[in-house]
């Protein structure tokens, strides 16, 4: 009912009587009766839309048709409505039609009927029938949900959405039930739900979206964690549709790492920590050999950092292993000397922390007992080579049987920092340059309009071969960077400068830039550096590597010889260039006479006995099928010998053992024969390079302690590390974690925090991991499979022209054989002879 017509309401007109948009075509109007009030309506008679997409859409009720025509002659102002009959589903419907309530022409007054003393409304969208009040009526329209009400099926259009306000707007049983409606909704929503798509489902999911969008803003937090395709989340979003009786807890129990006391409710990170702990045992109890299978062992990496935000410097220790990366203790270091007892001590107590920790003792000459303590979970201990890093080592390894070892990928870096000591004013004035363009929003923003524009990265103290990543990204926009220096804009912004500083360091930066020598260094140390930052990414990989460590070294020694002139050959004009490097008188400034210095110089640091011993024991370079991937460690043999008196301190037997299994290993005697029955299945685990495989394998078939004794100490140097990067990652997470907003935060709910992340990172990269090998592993069978198709196809098509050919020679020898007969002369019967039938032959 229009605003317009309230001043004299009726019960049935506002109770009854709703503007419903019909259409003319899919009504069959029948003449009217003389009074206007026509037959009644069967109840509980309604309609789907019809075949179009409009249709008849109504409530039907169960009003008397006189009431609407006492309301109708109480409103004698306004035109009268005019009274028809309709077929309806087959049957009579009384309905009154007039376009003095809307603006909009062909709307249907339906009129409800009186059907035993009650109202009975049905929908004619959805077919929903209910004895009800005009309210319930009004929530089904409107589709709120939680109300007790079934929500209609089909969502109303535009034009009905509006009259279906104005109605509710004007009417009381309606307002009403909008009004209790609006209580139940979602902070933040427009009370009108008719604009919102009047869909349950709809509504549901955009108060849920609303909410978490408005949740992210206002934490800070990060879109990424709310991504659909974070399993994480998607975690949490099924875990609240299986308990759906789900109440938030407070913070204090959301955060609390402790374990519950009496009834009451346990905390959400100590129910998360419990669960990864479970990983962490399983962890553990693989590497340690306690599954019943040989124990990979695992590398202690530790290492230091400062968290600004509590003043303080900690000492991380990790453990990283095949099966993941587990945080083993933080130790507050601050105002303490790091020197060889404190490091010590420190790993000593990290490696009892993880348990599997026996005594080994061993009787001297004079009667005195010499006792080791011996881990099954920790094999290879790698620290940094700064401060008393190398002397805490020593004592370590005097009182555990562990390998020490320095950080190669550290080596890598300072021997990047070692070839980059003559182009140290060039790389000084390149990190100018790119701070300049950056720093400056009118320069920046003049050079990201040109097309092909990448990133220029940024030089960072804390980053691996930082010269090389920002050089290589200067080389990368060359032609835009002298574009830039040219463009009428940057000179016009030069002239507009007031600070005569800056004007004369936008000089500079031009001269320097377009300046072809300027570049030609900056390629020369780039083509020096790559090869270094190529191993540099192998020894700083997240997979065992102390067995491909002195491989990359002699990489780096090979690559500075004949390739690195070959390298600086392809750069125009290389051999005129004046490179205004400092060389030194002992290299004759030759470039790669001094880069084979620096090469040398950091050969202890790569090659040391715990590397030499792996590579040792790698079996692609014996076994390889490949001639080309094999290889000749030199110095193999006495380096896996001082490696096995350490790691079998104590055991006589055994040691023998070892130094036996590696005789035949080496000699291919037994197992390793090559007439052996599982010598092809050996060479096929080293072509995949699968070390474990390739010595557990070995381990069970082979019946000799000789061999199982070497495969277990082979195995614990090809599944060590050479990196400290697990306590680096450490570090990242503990720096990620003390923010400015969690000054006060436990160290022990910290350390619970970063195991959790830590470990749960680890197993997410590895199911991402299994889903690309999944989708590559597809990919592979799909195109076998065509592989397949195609060579079928092609046999089918040969065997078909191939019989084609034959019946093509068998019809021509049938002509030629028809010609030959009727060329020949007729048969002549002698005398005394006559024909008689053809044999059969």
């Known amino acids: 009912c229009p605003p317009t017509r309230q001043r004299h309401p009726t019960p049935s007109l506002t109770a009854s009587m709703i503007a419903i948009p019909g259409d003319a075509a899919?009504?069959?109007?029948?003449?009217?009766?003389?009074?206007?009030?026509?037959?009644?309506?069967?109840?509980?008679?309604?309609?789907?839309?019809?075949?179009?997409?409009?249709?008849?859409?109504?409530?039907?009720?169960?009003?008397?048709?006189?009431?609407?025509?006492?309301?109708?002659?109480?409103?004698?102002?306004?035109?009268?409505?005019?009274?028809?009959?309709?077929?309806?589903?087959?049957q009579p419907l009384t309905v009154f039609t007039g376009t003095h309530a809307v603006e909009v022409r062909e709307w249907v007054y339906i009129v409800a009927v009186k059907d035993n003393g009650t109202k009975t409304y049905q929908c004619a969208r959805c077919s929903w029938q209910r004895t009800c009040k005009i309210g319930d009526v009004i929530n089904h329209l409107m589709r709120i949900s939680g109300t007790g009400v079934k929500i209609c099926s089909r969502t109303p259009t535009s034009d009905m959405a509006d009259v279906l306000e104005r109605f509710i707007r004007t009417t009381p049983a309606a307002s009403g039930a909008l009004a209790k409606a609006s209580k139940t909704a979602a902070v933040g929503m427009t009370p009108s739900v008719l604009t919102q798509g009047f869909s349950a489902q709809e509504t549901a999911r955009a108060r849920v979206d609303s909410a978490i969008a408005t949740l992210v803003s206002v934490h800070d937090m990060s879109w990424n964690a709310f991504d659909s395709r974070n399993p994480l989340w998607c975690e949490v979003v099924r875990a609240i549709q299986a308990a759906p009786s789900y109440t938030p807890p407070p913070r204090d129990v959301l955060s609390n790492h402790a374990a519950p006391v009496g009834g009451a409710r346990s905390g959400g990170l100590y129910l998360a920590h419990e669960g990864i702990l479970i990983d962490r045992r399983n962890i553990i109890k693989s590497v340690s050999g306690q599954s019943g299978v040989l124990g990979s062992g695992g590398t202690l990496a530790s290492d230091g950092v400062k968290v600004s935000t509590r003043r303080a410097s900690m000492l991380n220790t990790s453990l990283v292993t095949p099966k993941g990366v587990l945080p083993v203790q933080s130790t507050d270091a601050t105002g303490k000397k790091k020197d060889g007892n404190f490091l010590s001590k420190d790993l000593a107590a990290g490696i009892e922390k993880l348990g599997f920790v026996t005594d080994i003792s061993r009787s001297k000459s004079d009667g005195s007992v010499v006792i080791k303590k011996s881990s099954s979970v920790v094999k290879v201990v790698i620290l940094d080579r700064g401060g008393g890093c190398e002397s805490a080592l020593r004592l370590l390894e005097e009182k555990f049987r562990v390998l020490g070892d320095t950080c190669k990928g550290?080596?890598?870096?300072?021997?990047?920092?070692?070839?980059?000591?003559?182009?140290?004013?060039?790389?000084?004035?390149?990190?100018?340059?790119?701070?300049?363009?950056?720093?400056?929003?009118?320069?920046?923003?003049?050079?990201?309009?040109?097309?092909?524009?990448?990133?220029?990265?940024?030089?960072?103290?804390?980053?691996?071969?930082?010269?090389?990543?920002?050089?290589?990204?200067?080389?990368?926009?060359?032609?835009?960077?002298?574009?830039?220096?040219?463009?009428?804009?940057?000179?016009?912004?030069?002239?507009?400068?007031?600070?005569?500083?800056?004007?004369?360091?936008?000089?500079?930066?031009?001269?320097?830039?377009?300046?072809?020598?300027?570049?030609h260094i900056t390629e020369v140390f780039v083509s020096l550096e790559s090869v270094v930052e190529t191993s540099l990414r192998i020894l700083d990989s997240n997979t065992p590597n102390l067995k491909d460590a002195a491989f990359a070294y002699c990489h780096i020694e090979t690559e500075m010889g004949d390739p690195l002139v070959s390298s600086l050959a392809k750069i125009s004009d290389w051999g005129d260039i004046d490179l205004n490097v400092d060389l030194g008188s002992e290299h004759q400034g030759s470039l790669q006479r001094f880069a084979k210095a620096m090469v040398q110089k950091r050969k202890?640091?790569?090659?040391?006995?715990?590397?030499?011993?792996?590579?040792?024991?790698?079996?692609?370079?014996?076994?390889?099928?490949?001639?080309?991937?094999?290889?000749?460690?030199?110095?193999?043999?006495?380096?896996?010998?001082?490696?096995?008196?350490?790691?079998?301190?104590?055991?006589?037997?055994?040691?023998?053992?070892?130094?036996?299994?590696?005789?035949?290993?080496?000699?291919?005697?037994?197992?390793?024969?090559?007439?052996?029955?599982?010598?092809?299945?050996?060479?096929?685990?080293?072509?995949?390079?699968?070390?474990?495989?390739?010595?557990?394998?070995?381990?069970?078939?082979?019946?000799?302690?000789?061999?199982?004794?070497?495969?277990?100490?082979?195995?614990?140097?090809?599944?060590?590390?050479?990196?400290?990067?697990?306590?680096?990652?450490?570090?990242?997470?503990?720096?990620?974690?003390?923010?400015?907003?969690?000054?006060?935060?436990?160290?022990?709910?910290?350390?619970?925090?970063?195991?959790?992340?830590?470990?749960?990172?680890?197993?997410?990269?590895?199911?991402?991991?299994?889903?690309?090998?999944?989708?590559?592993?597809?990919?592979?069978?799909?195109?076998?499979?065509?592989?397949?198709?195609?060579?079928?196809?092609?046999?089918?098509?040969?065997?078909?022209?191939?019989?084609?050919?034959?019946?093509?020679?068998?019809?021509?020898?049938?002509?030629?054989?028809?010609?030959?007969?009727?060329?020949?002369?007729?048969?002549?019967?002698?005398?005394?002879?006559?024909?008689?039938?053809?044999s059969p032959t």
């Not at 970063?754 to 991991?769: F, G, H, P, S, W």
Request: net charge positive; aromatic share 8%.
């Open 604 to 838: 202890p640091d790569f090659l040391s006995t715990p590397v030499i011993a792996a590579a040792a024991v790698n079996p692609i370079y014996t076994y390889a099928t490949l001639e080309k991937d094999r290889w000749a460690v030199v110095g193999g043999g006495a380096a896996f010998r001082t490696c096995v008196s350490k790691l079998l301190w104590g055991e006589d037997t055994k040691q023998a053992d070892a130094i036996a299994g590696w005789d035949r290993y080496c000699n291919k005697v037994g197992i390793y024969d090559e007439g052996s029955n599982h010598i092809g299945l050996l060479t096929t685990m080293a072509d995949r390079n699968d070390a474990v495989g390739f010595f557990r394998h070995a381990s069970d078939v082979s019946t000799l302690a000789a061999d199982k004794v070497f495969a277990q100490v082979a195995i614990w140097l090809v599944s060590g590390f050479a990196n400290q990067g697990a306590a680096e990652r450490h570090n990242k997470c503990m720096a990620d974690l003390h923010t400015r907003k969690r000054t006060r935060l436990d160290m022990a709910k910290a350390e619970a925090m970063i195991e959790v992340k830590m470990i749960t990172q680890y197993k997410l990269a590895v199911a991402r991991a299994s889903s690309r090998e999944q989708r590559n592993g597809d990919v592979s069978i799909a195109r076998d499979l065509r592989s397949i198709y195609v060579h079928t196809r092609a046999r089918a098509s040969e065997a078909r022209e191939l019989r084609l050919r034959a019946s093509a020679l068998q019809a021509t020898a049938r002509e030629e054989a028809e010609a030959a007969l009727e060329g020949e002369a007729p048969l002549l019967v002698p005398e005394g002879f006559e024909v008689v039938a053809a």
């Open 410 to 519: 550290h080596g890598a870096d300072l021997l990047i920092e070692d070839l980059a000591r003559p182009f140290k004013l060039h790389i000084k004035q390149c990190h100018e340059l790119i701070i300049f363009i950056i720093s400056h929003d009118a320069v920046y923003g003049i050079f990201s309009k040109y097309e092909g524009v990448r990133s220029l990265n940024l030089p960072a103290e804390t980053r691996f071969a930082t010269e090389v990543i920002c050089l290589r990204s200067l080389l990368g926009d060359k032609s835009q960077i002298k574009q830039l220096f040219v463009d009428k804009q940057f000179e016009d912004w030069c002239k507009a400068q007031k600070d005569a500083k800056i004007r004369t360091k936008a000089r500079k930066m031009k001269e320097f830039a377009l300046s072809d020598t300027s570049w």
């Open 26 to 90: 899919n009504t069959a109007a029948a003449p009217a009766t003389a009074n206007g009030a026509g037959d009644q309506a069967p109840p509980g008679t309604g309609t789907n839309g019809g075949a179009g997409a409009r249709g008849i859409h109504a409530f039907l009720g169960g009003e008397h048709a006189s009431g609407v025509a006492h309301s109708a002659s109480r409103r004698q102002k306004a035109a009268p409505p005019e009274s028809k009959i309709i077929q309806h589903n087959g």
